[in-house]
């Protein structure tokens, strides 16, 4: 029997060419996107999920209150680790790692021992031996327990030593950092390249020579490993203690008051899983690593579902709405003997083989389309041919869905009285008219709540592109590795400003974009009083020209002078937000303290962005300094292939052994939000495939409609009604539809893309036009694929249809 059911359905397919190219096109588009979908949420989801012990690793997070605000910091002291692996037994291990080495994340000069010329190289971090044990790294070559006891130890990673010691012999071999001879660093270990899906991305780890044992300088992020039986609640509370032992002590011993005390008194110490790092993170936290986020995971997730649930859609509206050509198979088939059930049977036997059929299109898709899908992404996801698991959840996906998506139209189609069918009373398109209108409605609502956030996500995006950052970031080249000049930094700033497009040159290694140094520290304000307590803040050291170069304005007080001696011993500038948190009106010549050094305000500048949009500006003080391993050259309009030659020759003549490295301030400005400019692009792929989708459905569905009314065309088209009246006929039934999608689509599109855009700190205001552009869109789309039908209909001969009919 069931071999006879195969065989009706097969030439049922072959029959109907259009409606099975539409079916399986539709359901290989939902089948496709799912799929890609499905492999992009499976990698979100297992961050940080290869250690084997990756239920008991956890990083510290410290959150408190602070002016009515939630504050919450991964920086802690260096003594931190040790600390808390010895105070509480909970705790199996404890190790650190130099958060700003990942803030920064900037690539350095680096060289072999035996190499002379430099090259630049990213993914340095430095860390303690602990990390070993607790991040589970192991060494293909080296001793793991000692690799970062040395000072001058390093450990790279594979691919590292493979590309530079292809010959295999590299424990022991030296390598050069910043052209600083010096100090060369011994290779001590070679570890696998880190898995794509971990927070961490690095390819050479280095000891943390950090000597700074104080409570008050807060640069490393903290992990531990705990014993497995921890309770991470309890363990939480205990570590309260921290504050009242060495945080507190540390910070009376500065001078601190009572009110910053009272602050101090209200910090709370998490555990944070790793595997929560990547999805998990809230922006507060500020810890300058790439993180996905979980509501956009879910957001596919329930894209792909929608997509799925559209094709399916098609396939019941299609099964439905040629349920006439299907009429007299089941009226004769029952009236020789055939049960309900029999008839049951052969249509969800159509409908699985439709939807195996489907999938092996769907799959052969998604593997097509996924390196491209890859490059949007910017992951690595491979097709999982050889897991175990792959095949099988295919084959029962297909069974599942085939028999979800007939259903329906199987009881349907079984359910017409013999009688009825042979007599020819049964009305054309059968009663499932309602059912139909309400599948295309949800289709088009679908579809057009897609619309609608393509286009907010990318207004949003623009806004953020072309948003007053309250800095220029056009025209200015960021130049790396400057650090290699040496003594020669001074003339080749001069050298710079003698060019004719050059119009202002700076060095410094804190910059407003990711990627730059970021140092925070707290302040104080002397003499006058605090009520706020202190004030966190970033400080930045900069030179002389950072400010013009930039085009930083100046709202009160003057810019850092080689005019005045003291400006280079105790001078600072500070933004608007943080006159604002120590409570200044007018803040020049007031004195504020940073448990080292005492400073005096020349100066207050606008306030600039320096984090990502999702952020509120914050408090930030810039003073003169020598740390100095990047110059920003604002360069004018005009030819910058012929700059950048000229910066090169002046680069080659000072630096021979090293090639320039450089990049645009206004493109790392872009690249801090690669994050939403990537998933938005995301978005907008499956918000095709959902609107291709539903096409392929209103067009099978325009196509069915004019076979069933054409004898009712003709005698129109006889009677003398003109082309236009046709169109009509055929056209606004669907259009009535859609504008009834539209109505449905709007508030919760709007619902959905404000609470998107709450995550940005600065947003646009969603206006009408936005609503009205994704209307009329939805309108154009179904017009276009409604009229070729309808055109058709209006356009055909009379005389041949009637006498077919």
């Not at 860390?127 to 991040?135: H, M, S, V, W």
């Not at 054309?428 to 209108?437: A, D, F, I």
């Not at 949009?613 to 391993?629: C, M, Q, T, Y």
């Not at 169109?727 to 009535?736: E, N």
Request: proline share 3%; aromatic share 10%.
């Amino acid at each position: 029997m069931f071999k006879n059911y195969l065989k009706i359905a097969w030439r049922s397919i072959k029959s109907e060419k259009l409606l099975t190219f539409i079916k399986v096109g539709g359901f290989a588009v939902g089948i496709a996107a799912c799929l890609l979908i499905a492999l992009f949420i499976k990698d979100e989801l297992n961050y940080d999920r290869h250690y084997a012990n990756s239920d008991r690793i956890y990083r510290v997070v410290l959150q408190a209150e602070i002016g009515g605000e939630m504050k919450k910091s991964t920086h802690f002291p260096l003594p931190m680790a040790q600390t808390i692996e010895a105070d509480f037994p909970e705790i199996k291990k404890a190790g650190k790692i130099f958060g700003s080495a990942l803030s920064s994340g900037g690539k350095r000069a680096f060289r072999s021992g035996a190499a002379t010329q430099n090259i630049f190289e990213g993914g340095f971090l430095y860390g303690d031996q602990n990390i070993f044990e607790i991040l589970e790294i192991p060494l293909l070559q080296g001793n793991a327990t000692e690799a970062l006891t040395g000072p001058g130890n390093i450990v790279i990673s594979e691919s590292k030593a493979a590309k530079y010691f292809p010959q295999g012999n590299v424990l022991g071999q030296t390598l050069i950092l910043d052209d600083n001879a010096s100090k060369p660093y011994t290779i001590s270990g070679v570890m696998p390249d880190f898995p794509s899906n971990s927070h961490l991305d690095f390819d050479f780890l280095l000891p943390i020579d950090d000597t700074n044992l104080s409570w008050t300088s807060q640069n490393y992020f903290t992990y531990v490993l705990l014993d497995e039986k921890s309770n991470v609640e309890e363990l939480e509370n205990k570590m309260r203690a921290i504050i009242e032992n060495y945080v507190i002590p540390a910070q009376i011993e500065r001078g601190r008051d009572a009110s910053f005390i009272e602050i101090l008194k209200s910090i709370e110490y998490k555990l944070q899983p790793i595997s929560d790092i990547h999805l998990k993170s809230d922006i507060e936290m500020a810890d300058g690593l790439q993180h996905g986020d979980v509501r956009f995971v879910w957001l596919f997730a329930a894209i792909a579902g929608f997509i799925l649930v559209l094709a399916c859609i098609n396939f019941i509206n299609l099964s439905t709405a040629k349920s006439a050509n299907r009429a007299k198979e089941v009226g004769l088939r029952k009236t020789v003997g055939a049960f309900k059930s029999n008839l049951v049977n052969q249509f969800l036997t159509e409908a699985v083989l439709f939807s195996i059929i489907s999938f092996i299109v769907g799959v052969a898709t998604a593997w097509l389309l996924l390196p491209i899908f890859n490059s949007i992404a910017e992951k690595t996801i491979a097709m999982p041919w050889a897991s175990w698991w792959f095949i099988p959840v295919l084959l029962l996906s297909a069974l599942i869905i085939g028999i979800l998506a007939g259903l329906y139209p199987a009881f349907y189609l079984s359910a017409f009285r013999p009688i009825n069918v042979l007599k020819g009373s049964l009305s054309r398109g059968g009663k499932s008219g309602k059912l139909r209108s309400g599948l295309v409605v949800f289709q088009f609502a679908t579809s057009v709540i897609l619309i609608i956030g393509t286009l907010i996500i990318y207004k949003q995006m623009d806004f953020i592109l072309k948003k007053d950052l309250g800095y220029n970031k056009e025209q200015v080249v960021i130049l790396e590795g400057a650090n290699v000049l040496g003594n020669k930094s001074g003339n080749f700033k001069q050298q710079l400003l003698q060019l004719p497009q050059v119009r202002q040159v700076s060095t410094s290694d804190y910059l407003p974009v990711d990627g730059s140094k970021r140092n925070q520290t707290t302040f104080n304000l002397i003499g006058d009083g605090n009520e706020n307590g202190g004030v966190l803040s970033q400080t930045w050291q900069i030179d002389y020209d950072y400010i013009k170069t930039l085009g930083i304005k100046i709202m009160q007080g003057r810019d850092f002078s080689r005019d005045f001696a003291s400006d280079s011993v105790n001078s600072i500038i500070i933004n608007q937000k943080m006159a604002f948190d120590l409570g200044l009106k007018n803040p020049i010549g007031k004195q504020i303290d940073n448990n080292r050094q005492q400073w005096t305000v020349i100066g207050v500048v606008e306030d600039f962005h320096f984090k990502s949009l999702k952020e509120n500006i914050s408090p930030v003080a810039l003073r003169l300094g020598n740390d100095f391993g990047t110059i920003a050259v604002k360069i004018g309009a005009g030819n910058i292939k012929e700059s950048l030659a000229e910066i090169t020759t002046i680069w080659n003549s000072n630096v021979p052994n090293q090639s320039l490295s450089y990049g645009f301030l206004d493109q790392k400005f872009a690249q801090m939000h690669e994050d939403v400019q990537r998933m938005g692009k995301i978005f907008n792929s499956f918000a095709l495939f959902a609107i291709l989708v539903a096409c392929l459905g209103l067009f099978a569905l325009s196509a069915f409609m004019v076979e069933q009314r054409q004898k009712e065309i003709s005698i129109r088209l006889v009677l003398g009604a003109p082309f236009q009246s046709i169109y009509s006929l055929l056209t606004l039934d669907f259009l009535k539809l859609v504008l009834v999608a539209i109505v449905i689509a709007i508030p919760i599109g709007w619902y959905m893309m404000q609470r998107w855009l709450e995550d940005f700190a600065y947003h646009i205001n969603i206006g009408w036009e936005i609503f009205a552009i994704a209307g009329i869109v939805a309108l154009a789309i179904a017009v276009s694929t409604i009229s070729y039908q309808s055109v058709g209909a209006a356009l055909i001969k009379p005389l041949k249809s009637l006498r077919t009919e």
